[in-house]
């Protein structure tokens, strides 16, 4: 009889045996943690029995006639599950067999069978867990690895200056949602002038180099498009010589009829290089003298400033004074880079075309381009070099040849031939939203009053590399890079 008690409870226990390790296997804990907390807390149960009228304590639990089991830690490890949960099977199957061995010191021998087979059942329970885990971590690396795959993403930075994302943009953002709709990408243009990258992100390396491949495309054209204002170009300063600057004050001065000291000041103000309206100025002008402008007409018929074409802002500003050598479209910050160092790496060249001699050069007069004086696109001071040797031209050629063998010169413009002039009125280019074409100005009567003037003789000093639209504290286009001239005559 005792045997048959001692068989009846062990076939309880290794029953509730397998019970607790198929419940431990559905609690233990998922592995799609792990990345994210660094390691998992695992726990095996405590438990205490009665058997024969004897009480026994695990983990301070007092337990009558029944087996509990009770949660208790064992180690904090970011390993493999499965190594844990075959050391809690095989503990709590030692403390079944010692307990047994307990039952009775007379009936061991007839108990063994019985030993034998719960360990043989605990084998195959063992396995039958191990695979249990191994599988669910199989599956949970392959749950957590499609995971990564639908969340993963391809992102890259493209450098565009800002006066080119609105052409990345394009109206309504029009041009943007087809980039973004054809290669299923998204697009962000930042909103601030300052910032020049754009970060393409997709799904894949192939949609977002599909979506790079596009926008290039439309920043080549963009390129080559009058909408695109040059950025940059190689000056001449001019506006390094006061007296000369104090001359085109006073030129400005007397064609708007300008005899305020003051007013004359802020001519500075004024620009070609935007679009602005300026309607207080217009209205002064309007109603501002014509003495500077003698046309053959009865006084009272004389016309105004305006209806001639004359307004503060086709004015080059004397401080911005220079001599312009090549135009450039640099619209990123790679591209101005690659500028400078162009520009500074054939400094010593430049000097060799200069004969290592300082070099002047001598304005005198009024001339036109781009049409006639009854109807002037602008109004330039002719340059001669004083001397007569052609350095200067010489010079000029090395830094053009450099820069369009850099790649930094529009087709266009290299092709152009090279004219040097001092720009001194200019008339304005339309509103952005309309065709792009020059307005004119009638310059007669300013060519028969200035048409022999005499602007005096200048040293050149050095060439800068100058952005446009950009100016330092002394009024000129801010340098970014800069090559000396010779300032010693030999």
């Not at 800002?162 to 087809?178: D, E, N, P, W, Y």
């Not at 894949?204 to 180099?209: D, G, K, L, M, R």
């Not at 070099?385 to 850099?406: H, P, S, Y």
């Not at 952005?432 to 310059?443: C, E, G, I, L, P």
């Amino acid at each position: 009889m005792i045997a048959s008690s001692c068989r009846v409870l062990f076939n309880f226990r290794v029953g509730r045996v397998l019970k607790f390790t198929c419940t431990y296997v559905a609690l233990k804990p998922l592995n799609h943690h792990l990345p994210l907390l660094g390691h998992c807390d695992y726990r095996v149960l405590s438990y205490s029995v009665n058997m024969d009228g004897r009480r026994h304590k695990r983990s301070g639990v007092d337990h009558n006639n029944k087996l509990n089991l009770v949660w208790r830690p064992v180690s904090k490890l970011s390993t493999q599950v499965s190594s844990n949960e075959e050391c809690s099977v095989v503990e709590v199957t030692d403390k079944l067999e010692e307990e047994v061995h307990s039952c009775s010191s007379t009936k061991i021998s007839s108990a063994q069978d019985d030993i034998e087979m719960a360990s043989a059942v605990t084998e195959a329970t063992k396995l039958t867990t191990c695979s249990s885990a191994s599988q669910d971590n199989e599956e949970d690396k392959g749950l957590e690895g499609e995971t990564v795959l639908l969340t993963e993403k391809h992102s890259i930075s493209v450098e565009v200056g800002a006066s080119l994302h609105r052409f990345i943009r394009g109206k309504g953002g029009s041009t943007q949602k087809m980039i973004e709709d054809e290669t299923g990408v998204k697009i962000k243009i930042p909103l601030s002038n300052k910032k020049d990258s754009i970060i393409i992100e997709g799904l894949s390396s192939e949609s977002v180099s599909r979506a790079s491949e596009k926008m290039q495309a439309i920043i080549d054209e963009a390129v080559k498009s009058p909408s695109l204002d040059y950025s940059h170009f190689i000056s001449l300063p001019l506006a390094i010589h006061p007296e000369l600057v104090d001359k085109l004050v006073n030129f400005q001065n007397s064609i708007l009829g300008i005899t305020d000291s003051s007013q004359g000041e802020n001519l500075d103000g004024g620009s070609n290089e935007d679009d602005s309206n300026n309607e207080d100025e217009d209205q002064k002008l309007k109603k501002g003298s014509d003495v500077a402008v003698e046309l053959k007409a009865e006084p009272s018929k004389s016309p105004t400033l305006s209806d001639l074409g004359i307004e503060k802002s086709i004015f080059i500003k004397p401080k911005t004074f220079h001599l312009t050598v090549l135009m450039l479209k640099l619209w990123n910050k790679d591209r101005v880079h690659a500028a400078t160092e162009v520009l500074q790496s054939i400094s010593s060249e430049v000097m060799e075309a200069l004969d290592n001699r300082a070099l002047s050069i001598r304005l005198k007069g009024l001339n036109c381009m781009r049409g006639s004086f009854a109807k002037a696109g602008v109004l330039y001071a002719p340059v001669e070099e004083i001397g007569n040797e052609g350095r200067l031209m010489r010079a000029c050629q090395v830094i053009i040849d450099a820069f369009v063998k850099a790649g930094l010169v529009l087709e266009k413009d290299a092709n152009q031939k090279l004219k040097l002039h001092a720009t001194v009125m200019k008339a304005r280019h339309g509103q952005r939203n309309q065709k792009r074409k020059f307005s004119t100005f009638d310059a007669r009567g300013i060519y028969k009053q200035y048409g022999s003037e005499e602007w005096g003789e200048y040293l050149i000093r050095e060439a800068h590399l100058s952005q446009r639209f950009v100016y330092d504290d002394k009024g000129y286009y801010h340098c970014c890079a800069s090559i000396p001239f010779p300032e010693i005559c030999k």
